[in-house]
């Protein structure tokens, strides 16, 4: 490598670095002046379960105590409340409930800044001679994102799945004894947080990697059983049953009336507890882009089977390969791709603030070749595009559905190119 591409590298690493230290800037601005709105709920939630109510199914009135107050819950005729995450996750924040509010805001404002960048240097300790290149891409086009600055002002919680993926494939990459079995466990605990995770074990069956497979049913086990201690089985039915709930919500299929209050805005003594900051929420789920921009309704048995179909056809092309002896970061990144495709059916809303997790396949692939220049392609100029679409949402607001879509169809391209990146003589970017 010439000084020059050198020098231009170094250059492009500062100026990353300047970007990620205005993103933090923005996002703390934007923690201090509002209420984190989907933190909000989990900490309600966490209150109300402690205090022996059910936190999928208890709604506000007027006598509610702040304490007990999402300012958000407004769906006056929904009987479920806004909490929507699994009980197992749901008791990580039963240890901070009974903390003031802002408090809390302002230690998942850090731990979601720690994990970002903790995982950004995991990725780019592993990328060894092209640390760089990763550094770049973490701190530009993930610092730098509006979508970044949604996921912080909301108090939203993808960065702990990608920060627990990285870390999983942190562990199988160690030396440590039974480490397969450990990224495992790893990787069943947060599959009992967010349930899309369990369609990453697919790549892993398939190249019978029984070590990881058998950690990850210890983990769902420890996962799902720990949040059996307070009300048994029952508080599983009752996540169930909201969630069915809130798809018809979703589906636009129930009827509500929208009632906002004066005190909603002012919650525990935090302002703006209403209001979230000024960044676009577009739903680009399939199920929401064809209601919202079509009026047209899609079960969730249909995204189900469509799911289903898709993921049988990836899954043939690996089963061919089965017998073929492939990296840790091959499956790896099969297994995160179909994690993201898997967001896209789901029939709940999927907003921005789950592209955080695109940063982990992208690291993944770079990681994997000898020569970063065999992922130069016409795909690639296509994801750039969605990634500069992520930026550009002021033109249109569309532009960031198209980006959505840009990013995923260059992950589903590299699906079939990803074990041939890695051919030819290394290159240094550094």
Known sequence: MTNYFKYFFLLLLIYSIVIAFIGISCDTFY???????????????????????????????????????????????????RCTVTPSFLMLHLPLASINYKTQQYIWFILQELMLLTTIYILAFLAKNKFKLVLIIGFLFQFGAYFWRFHVANGQIYVLFLFMITLAYLF?????????????????????????LLIMGIPFLIFKKWKLISGGFC?????????????????????????????????????????????????????????????????????????NQFETVVHSRYLWSALFI????????????????????????WG?????????????????????LWLLPISLLIIETNDPTKLIDSPLILFILGILLNYLYNLHILTIIFADFTILFYLIFMWFKIDRVNLGTPAKVS
Request: no cysteine; glycine share 8%.
């Open 31 to 81: 923690t201090i002046k509002y209420g984190g709105i989907d933190l909000r709920n989990r900490v309600v939630g966490a209150r109300v379960w402690l205090d022996g109510r059910d936190p999928y199914f208890t709604k506000w009135d007027e006598n509610t105590p702040d304490y007990f107050l999402d300012g958000r819950d407004y769906f006056y005729d929904l009987p479920v409340s």
């Open 310 to 333: 898709i993921t049988i056809g990836l899954s043939i092309y690996l089963l061919k390969k089965r017998n073929e002896n492939k990296s840790w970061e091959i499956i790896f990144f």
């Open 219 to 291: 983990g769902i086990v420890l996962g799902f059983v720990s949040s059996l201690f307070i009300n048994g089985i029952d508080i599983w039915r009752s996540y169930f049953a909201a969630m069915k709930i809130v798809e018809q919500f979703h589906l636009g299929l129930i009827d509500f009336k929208l009632l906002v209050h004066d005190h909603f805005n002012n919650v525990e003594g935090v302002t703006n507890s209403f209001f979230s900051a000024d960044v676009p929420g577009l739903d680009a789920s399939i199920q929401g882009f064809l209601f």
């Open 336 to 356: 995160v791709t179909l994690l993201f495709l898997s967001e896209f059916f789901l029939p709940a809303a999927r907003l921005s603030y789950n592209n955080v």
């Open 172 to 196: 199988v990459k160690s030396n440590l004894k039974y480490s397969s079995f450990w990224a495992g466990l790893i990787l069943g605990i947060t599959a009992t947080w967010r349930p899309p």
